[in-house]
């Protein structure tokens, strides 16, 4: 009678293991869906390797993939502009300038430190002069006001735009057609604007 209990016992206990690891409904369409049956696209990406100087249009920066049960690495999978600075990087070209700023001098009026940006508006923190001086101010200029002093330190900052001089993307269909590249608001006025009405 003891063994008996037991062995009820254990039996509850044992994990069943089942004699196919998976059903051969799932092994069909498992089957079934290892056919080709996705759409194609409109080009299929190469197995090749664009080189930086190769690039031309936009198809030219879809990834070949990865091998089949591999992890693809970053240059495998990568596409649009973060494939493009990929593939400038291994050429040793900084394609979005991520360089710091001249902070060997202090910006004056007369002498700013250039900042260039291909937007209407560019963000530069200022962490005075010498640097390090003081915590990071972030400075605010636009193509209205390019020009942007530090509150702090008094550094002067002077936005470059480089950007192109038409937007295509100006009219967006919703009564605001201003393509000039500004914000256009009113900005509010400050005691600088009183004092030394050349620094705005």
Not at 48 to 70: H, N, R
Not at 87 to 110: E, W, Y
Not at 147 to 152: D, M, N
Request: hydrophobic share 30%; glycine share 8%.
């Amino acid at each position: 009678m003891f063994l008996r209990r037991s062995a009820i016992a254990l039996s509850r206990r044992a994990a069943i293991t089942p004699i196919a690891s998976r059903s051969f409904s799932s092994s069909l369409n498992r089957r079934d869906a290892s056919k080709d049956t996705a759409p194609k696209m409109d080009r299929e990406p190469s197995k090749q390797m664009t080189s930086f100087q190769d690039v031309k249009t936009e198809s030219d920066l879809l990834p070949p993939g990865g091998a089949v049960g591999t992890v693809p690495t970053d240059i495998e999978q990568a596409t649009g502009l973060e494939r493009l600075e990929i593939l400038g990087k291994m050429q040793g070209v900084d394609i979005f300038d991520m360089k710091p700023l001249d902070a060997s001098r202090k910006g004056t009026l007369d002498d700013p430190i250039v900042v260039r940006s291909f937007g209407d508006e560019q963000y530069a923190g200022c962490t005075g002069y010498p640097a390090d001086s003081h915590v990071t101010i972030w400075l605010t200029m636009s193509r209205d006001r390019p020009t942007e002093r530090c509150p702090e330190c008094g550094n002067v900052l002077k936005m470059e735009y480089v950007g192109p001089m038409d937007d295509p993307h100006a009219n967006h269909g919703h009564g605001e057609e201003h393509g000039d590249g500004s914000h256009n608001f009113v900005e509010p006025k400050t005691f600088a604007d009183f004092v030394r009405p050349e620094y705005r």
